[in-house]
């Protein structure tokens, strides 16, 4: 009775440790009320220039999110990520992306963290890109060379599944164990694959199911590993068929997947348009809809258990939510509020909700296992 005594008061005591450890975290950005789960503040606002953030990657002390991600920026100036402090949301450097012809659309959207203090970010313009710190500085270097642009099917080499012609759009990108780069393509309903090391992306899946329509026809979207390491989740924001519906579909991590292989999780009828994706610890999937401005969290048989939305009078609302990763540290989910149909610079923001997890762990190209959230 004693031990049982002694067991009871240490977990008891451990479990108040984290709770103060979590309540200072977010107490370092401003937040003073109790924590609850679901609860969202700001961590860090995003400078309007060149603002409509997308992606977000927590490591080490700082937060990155990578922009401009929209149509319109010929003539403007270079792609960008922001590194902000991660407890208390400072910006603290901005990484300009060089080697862009400004006089063309160019956009960054989603990232990933490398190892070897590399951090991926995707590029409309040049690719797969990664960046290493040197000394106060970040070098940039080429990785993975920019999707080719496909001609529809039927066509006797490579060619797009989509019943219209669309340039490619790069959106997001994870690693598996072995290295390779999976990137979705936004309008040509594909997933490509890129080979350890880099080089020219090769064809992994496509599928006419992958074809987005509406007035914004974006298909495959966000991207990610089970738990497991077994399989590769996408989110597919919107159908051609069905401008209003938006799917998340399963494929096994395997070299050459079929059509027979695609399984579908979840379907949104509602024209929420699902963006990003992030596992929780216990095998959650976190999906970010842009269009309802929600969290939804689906059960690892693909049941909705629960949705988040920003509350009456919280400071910034979810505004096209979009990258979404875990934080560990504080046991919440870091949102990039993408303003996309506003445009409202006052919502360009990274907010940090309370989910009481840490997220699930994610590889890097070198093998390694990192904690994206750590």
């Not at 789960?37 to 002390?61: K, M, R, W």
């Not at 999707?147 to 690693?175: E, K, W, Y």
Request: proline residues 7%; aromatic residues 10%; charged residues 15%.
């Amino acid at each position: 009775m004693n031990r049982m005594y002694v067991s009871v008061g240490r977990r008891l005591r451990a479990a108040i440790m984290l709770l103060v450890v979590i309540a200072l975290g977010f107490a370092g950005s401003g937040l003073a009320q109790a924590v609850q789960i679901g609860d969202i503040d700001v961590l860090a606002t995003v400078p309007a220039t060149p603002g409509f953030p997308e992606g977000v990657v927590a490591h080490g002390s700082s937060v990155f999110v990578s922009g401009p991600a929209r149509f319109g920026t010929a003539g403007t100036g270079p792609s960008a990520i922001q590194v902000f402090d991660r407890r208390t949301g400072t910006l603290k450097q901005t990484i300009l992306v060089t080697g862009e012809n400004l006089a063309f659309e160019h956009a960054l959207s989603n990232m990933a963290w490398g190892g070897a203090g590399r951090l991926f970010a995707l590029s409309t313009q040049l690719g797969l890109i990664y960046f290493t710190k040197q000394g106060l500085d970040y070098a940039q270097v080429g990785y993975g060379d920019p999707v080719p642009d496909l001609p529809i099917c039927p066509f006797s080499g490579s060619c797009s599944p989509t019943a219209f012609d669309m340039p490619p759009i790069v959106n997001d990108v994870v690693f598996d164990p072995q290295g390779y780069a999976y990137v979705t393509d936004s309008l040509q309903a594909t997933i490509w694959r890129y080979a350890p090391g880099g080089g020219a992306a090769q064809i992994w899946f496509q599928s006419a199911q992958f074809e987005g329509g509406g007035p914004i026809p974006f298909g495959a979207n966000g991207i990610r590993l089970n738990r497991e390491r077994t399989h590769v989740y996408v989110a597919i924001s919107s159908s051609a068929a069905n401008p209003a519906q938006g799917t998340i579909y399963r494929l096994p991590l395997v070299d050459q997947p079929t059509e027979a292989d695609l399984a579908v999780i979840h379907t949104y009828i509602a024209g929420e348009m699902p963006d990003q994706l992030a596992f929780d610890s216990v095998g959650n999937l976190y999906v970010s809809l842009a269009l309802s401005n929600q969290i939804s969290v689906l059960a690892a048989n693909g049941t909705e258990t629960v949705r988040y939305a920003s509350a009456p009078g919280d400071a910034i609302p979810l505004d096209n939510p979009a990258g979404i990763a875990f934080d560990a540290r504080t046991r919440s989910l870091l949102i990039v509020n993408h303003a996309l149909l506003s445009g409202d610079p006052n919502h360009f923001a990274v907010l940090r909700m309370f989910v009481d997890d840490p997220g699930t762990q994610l590889f890097d190209p070198d093998s390694s296992e990192t904690e994206f959230g750590e």
